[in-house]
């Protein structure tokens, strides 16, 4: 009988490394920290940002590993996160390690020639294990028995990879440094593969694991783009954004893979991707547009006074910061029609009863006036629960809420507070995934839960069976209507009834 997570405990080896990183991580910090004692000198280990950024890397590699060591499912990949996270660290260790100038007189072995040979090579097999992550996310295993050869091959090319430059120093036009760096390239297309082949084959639940799993390396994609064009441009200030990039992305893999794997708000990835696709656009364009005027302008400054300016490149960054909304906003619509994002909220309707009614009784100038604090009322009680109003039309409104939670305990206030003015409202909730275009909201869950408020009577918040369920924990009463007919859409639904009693 298999046992449960908690009566097997947090696995042994999965916390030794976790252990193991954390060390090293504090090494690592008091190394680069020790920055005086740096050697500069060197290519490697010249940024204590970028040191330090991979350190956090780690340390989100190592804990997400850790988290996951108990899933079942997941104890494959917990396992690779783990070791990559060690690998990250040591690599950081031994890189800053190496470039640290020996104390004159110094009796204490150092060991700087074994860490050097060391860190010449420890970020080859880390390299290899990322690349093998997609081919196995989300459930740790290959996509299908056919790739099984495949792997075979990938695992001979990528101990051939690092296997060259640990034992063989010198040039890159070698045999055998040709060999590693042919071996790298044959094998850096498996995981794009891996991924395509998924995706095209998955549904619903893993589907969403993978655009999990993509959006977080887009940061990465954007990052290096942006630090090898204006790196090879001589551009530093803009392949730094580049190199921040790909350490955000290196921090965020594993926390994507995380929430993923546990499920948490899974649905939500399609408006992660959308917007990230929208602000790494606006990033690169901007960019762009950046080092082509400063190159531009500072040839014109140089001609003129013969050196640099420091403040045409200021004037030019503010510039390209107060571009930048404006330039979202144009490009919005674009990456909203190619990349739809969707996400699941939670959808509430409310509107007076018998308006009209009231209307006539009250007449045009009075019924003005009440309805403005109805509406006041109700926008109240939309920004305590954290509501976002998205259409209001007459006396109807339409708000969603990230949290079901959030959505009931909001009707029921807003029932008492137009109480409280003399009018008796009807509401209706549901749960489902929309589509948010620009600041609209649609798809079947919005129609739903408008025809979920048609069937509420004076003082009425109904829910639909979804919502229902995902309230399970509240301590609101709820009553049971019955199921029904929803005009427009298909099936019988089951609706539910916020206690009348019920007050928060």
Same mark, same amino acid.
């Given at each position: 009988?298999?046992?449960?997570?908690?009566?097997?405990?947090?696995? &042994?080896? +999965?916390?030794?490394?976790?252990?193991?990183?954390?060390?090293?991580?504090?090494?690592?910090?008091?190394?680069?920290?020790?920055?005086?004692?740096?050697?500069?000198?060197?290519?490697?280990?010249?940024?204590?940002?970028?040191?330090?950024?991979?350190?956090?890397?780690?340390?989100?590699?190592?804990?997400?590993?850790?988290?996951?060591?108990?899933?079942?499912?997941?104890?494959?990949?917990?396992?690779?996160?783990?070791?990559? =996270?060690?690998?990250?660290?040591?690599?950081?260790?031994?890189?800053?390690?190496?470039?640290?100038?020996?104390?004159?007189?110094?009796?204490?072995?150092?060991?700087?020639?074994?860490?050097?040979?060391?860190?010449?090579?420890?970020?080859?097999?880390?390299?290899?294990?990322?690349?093998?992550? &997609?081919?196995?996310?989300?459930?740790?295993?290959?996509?299908?028995?056919?790739?099984?050869?495949?792997?075979?091959?990938?695992?001979?090319?990528?101990?051939?990879?690092?296997?060259?430059?640990?034992?063989?120093? =010198?040039?890159?036009?070698?045999?055998? +440094?040709?060999?590693?760096?042919?071996?790298?390239?044959?094998?850096?297309?498996?995981?794009?593969?891996?991924?395509?082949?998924?995706?095209?084959?998955?549904?619903?639940?893993?589907?969403?694991?993978?655009?999990?799993?993509?959006?977080?390396?887009?940061?990465?994609?954007?990052?290096?783009?942006?630090?090898?064009?204006?790196?090879?441009?001589?551009?530093?200030?803009?392949?730094?954004?580049?190199?921040?990039?790909?350490?955000?992305?290196?921090?965020?893999?594993?926390?994507?893979?995380?929430?993923?794997?546990?499920?948490?708000?899974?649905?939500?990835?399609?408006?992660?991707?959308?917007?990230?696709?929208?602000?790494?656009?606006?990033?690169?364009?901007?960019?762009?547009?950046?080092?082509?005027?400063?190159?531009?302008?500072?040839?014109?400054?140089?001609?003129?006074?013969?050196?640099?300016?420091?403040?045409?490149?200021?004037?030019?960054?503010?510039?390209?910061?107060?571009?930048?909304?404006?330039?979202?906003?144009?490009?919005? &619509?674009?990456?909203?029609?190619?990349?739809? &994002?969707?996400?699941?909220?939670?959808?509430?309707?409310?509107?007076?009863?018998?308006?009209?009614?009231?209307?006539?009784?009250?007449?045009?100038?009075?019924?003005?006036?009440?309805?403005?604090?109805?509406?006041?009322?109700?926008?109240?009680?939309?920004?305590?629960?954290?509501?976002?109003?998205?259409?209001?039309?007459?006396?109807?409104?339409?708000?969603?809420?990230?949290?079901?939670?959030?959505?009931?305990?909001?009707?029921?206030?807003?029932?008492?507070?137009?109480?409280?003015?003399?009018?008796?409202?009807?509401?209706?909730?549901?749960?489902?995934?929309?589509?948010?275009?620009?600041?609209?909201?649609?798809?079947?869950?919005?129609?739903?839960?408008?025809?979920?408020?048609?069937?509420?009577?004076?003082?009425?918040?109904?829910?639909?069976?979804?919502?229902?369920?995902?309230?399970?924990?509240?301590?609101?009463?709820?009553?049971?209507?019955?199921?029904?007919?929803?005009? =427009?859409?298909?099936?019988?639904?089951?609706?539910?009834?916020?206690?009348?009693?019920?007050?928060?």
């Amino acid at each position: 009988m298999d046992e449960s997570p908690s009566a097997r405990g947090l696995q &042994p080896g +999965a916390a030794l490394i976790w252990l193991a990183v954390t060390l090293l991580a504090i090494g690592d910090v008091v190394l680069v920290a020790g920055g005086s004692r740096v050697d500069t000198s060197t290519d490697v280990g010249k940024s204590g940002l970028l040191d330090l950024g991979v350190v956090l890397s780690a340390a989100s590699f190592a804990s997400v590993g850790l988290a996951l060591a108990n899933a079942r499912a997941a104890r494959a990949i917990a396992w690779l996160l783990q070791l990559i =996270g060690l690998l990250l660290a040591l690599s950081v260790f031994t890189i800053t390690y190496a470039n640290l100038r020996a104390t004159p007189h110094s009796s204490v072995p150092t060991f700087y020639d074994l860490a050097a040979w060391v860190a010449s090579w420890i970020w080859q097999p880390t390299i290899a294990l990322m690349l093998f992550l &997609p081919v196995v996310f989300p459930d740790g295993r290959l996509p299908s028995p056919r790739w099984r050869p495949v792997a075979v091959a990938w695992g001979l090319l990528a101990v051939a990879a690092f296997v060259a430059p640990a034992f063989h120093q =010198g040039s890159m036009q070698t045999p055998v +440094a040709v060999l590693g760096t042919g071996a790298y390239l044959s094998i850096s297309f498996l995981p794009i593969a891996a991924v395509i082949t998924r995706f095209r084959r998955s549904r619903d639940i893993e589907r969403a694991q993978l655009k999990w799993f993509v959006s977080a390396v887009l940061p990465l994609g954007i990052g290096l783009a942006i630090g090898s064009a204006f790196g090879i441009a001589g551009i530093a200030e803009i392949s730094g954004i580049g190199t921040l990039l790909v350490v955000l992305g290196l921090i965020a893999v594993p926390v994507a893979i995380g929430i993923a794997i546990l499920r948490y708000r899974l649905y939500d990835i399609d408006l992660l991707v959308n917007r990230t696709v929208l602000y790494g656009g606006v990033a690169i364009v901007l960019a762009a547009a950046l080092a082509i005027a400063d190159i531009t302008a500072q040839r014109i400054v140089e001609a003129t006074t013969g050196r640099r300016s420091d403040v045409v490149a200021a004037a030019l960054g503010v510039g390209a910061a107060l571009l930048f909304e404006p330039l979202r906003r144009r490009l919005g &619509p674009w990456v909203d029609r190619i990349l739809p &994002p969707r996400a699941s909220l939670t959808l509430l309707f409310t509107d007076i009863v018998g308006s009209t009614e009231h209307l006539v009784e009250l007449g045009d100038e009075q019924w003005r006036d009440l309805l403005v604090k109805y509406r006041s009322a109700v926008r109240d009680e939309l920004a305590r629960f954290g509501g976002r109003e998205v259409d209001t039309a007459g006396d109807s409104f339409f708000a969603v809420f990230g949290r079901s939670s959030s959505g009931v305990r909001c009707a029921i206030a807003i029932r008492s507070a137009v109480e409280r003015i003399g009018l008796e409202c009807r509401t209706g909730l549901h749960v489902g995934e929309v589509e948010l275009r620009g600041g609209k909201v649609s798809g079947l869950a919005v129609h739903t839960a408008a025809r979920v408020m048609a069937k509420a009577g004076a003082g009425d918040i109904l829910i639909s069976q979804a919502m229902r369920s995902a309230l399970a924990d509240s301590d609101a009463g709820f009553q049971d209507r019955g199921a029904h007919s929803l005009k =427009g859409v298909p099936g019988k639904w089951q609706l539910y009834a916020v206690a009348p009693a019920q007050t928060l």
